[in-house]
């Protein structure tokens, strides 16, 4: 229970001055009365949240996942009362290869939990500060971290999935075809980093062929921002015979043991050619990984789309496929 006190009109009169003074305490009522009603606004918007988070899932929030920064931190979403250990979905945020926080994909999260999924909201680092073998590092790190602490929480250590969008489909890319291989990651290998599946909607999987071949090139204007913006993460000038360009793309790590992954893409898409994502697919497809694609006409880069559930159905039934769980 919180008390306000209310100003006492006698500390306000002082002989000469009761008509001004009293409209001071006038005035300080109505500002106390004002902040009465902003806390219990905000408080009882926050209560609304809390209980409609409550009845499917709980969030643990803040969980430093990394000892290497104490920025990088997790929000664990987890289903309420699950009837045995859950699917875990490393949720991660795009944003031009520059660090995140993960926030804005906080709805995809809560769909995850909503749907019976754990759902690990992470942080990571990123340019301009950082290189594409710290940013790889974080999120196999994060992937570690869920595994490890999998005994304490109910999910299932051998069920961990992926998804990203843009910056971050590139990196749940890679963490489906890198697996525990020691490339870009001199951490604790005692715990796995591998993932059973990831779901990459408009990535980029062949940094080479974004910037070398004309059938991707025609399709992104602005070529010469961004080829600065992804060797600022990459640490190299462009060059096709450069080995960090080339360690940076999914697609040369592909081999028939990989994760399966579905790509999402937008043909309108002027910042990431759809190529990028049929390109993979298709070299997936030829070497008898079990992934699938989904091609939009319109929605852009961000897949702006009327209705959300385009692109959230399939995402959550290709995981439901691939792990054979949860059925709701």
Not at 94 to 123: C, M, T, V, W
Request: with cysteine; hydrophobic share 40%.
């Amino acid at each position: 229970m919180i008390l306000f006190a209310v100003p006492s009109m006698a500390s306000y009169m002082h002989a000469d001055h009761v008509i001004v003074n009293r409209s001071h305490w006038i005035n300080d009522c109505f500002r106390l009365l004002a902040a009465c009603c902003l806390f219990f606004c905000a408080h009882s918007i926050h209560a609304q949240q809390v209980m409609m988070n409550s009845e499917s899932f709980t969030v643990t929030e803040n969980m430093q996942y990394s000892e290497s920064d104490p920025q990088l931190t997790l929000d664990l979403f987890v289903p309420r009362e699950p009837s045995e250990p859950v699917p875990c979905i490393i949720v991660i945020q795009g944003g031009g290869f520059k660090s995140q926080d993960g926030n804005r994909f906080l709805p995809f999260a809560e769909y995850f939990a909503s749907h019976g999924y754990a759902a690990a909201l992470i942080s990571y680092r990123g340019r301009p500060k950082y290189t594409y073998q710290t940013t790889i590092q974080d999120v196999k790190s994060a992937v570690r971290y869920v595994r490890h602490i999998a005994s304490v929480y109910p999910i299932n250590p051998d069920k961990i999935g992926a998804m990203g969008r843009s910056a971050g489909a590139t990196l749940a890319a890679l963490l489906a075809v890198t697996g525990d291989d020691p490339v870009n990651d001199n951490k604790n290998q005692e715990v796995s980093c591998s993932i059973q599946a990831a779901v990459a909607f408009a990535g980029v999987f062949d940094f080479i062929a974004r910037f070398s071949d004309s059938s991707h090139i025609d399709l992104q204007p602005n070529i010469q921002e961004k080829i600065q913006a992804n060797g600022e993460w990459i640490g190299a000038s462009f060059s096709v015979h450069n080995k960090h360009w080339k360690n940076a793309s999914a697609i040369n790590y592909l081999d028939k043991n990989d994760a399966p992954i579905l790509f999402m893409h937008c043909k309108d898409d002027q910042t990431v050619p759809w190529i990028q994502s049929q390109d993979m697919f298709e070299k997936m497809h030829d070497l008898g990984i079990p992934s699938d694609i989904f091609y939009f006409e319109k929605g852009g880069h961000g897949f702006e789309l009327d209705d959300k559930e385009l692109y959230l159905h399939p995402m959550i039934s290709f995981f439901r496929k691939q792990f054979q769980s949860p059925s709701s």
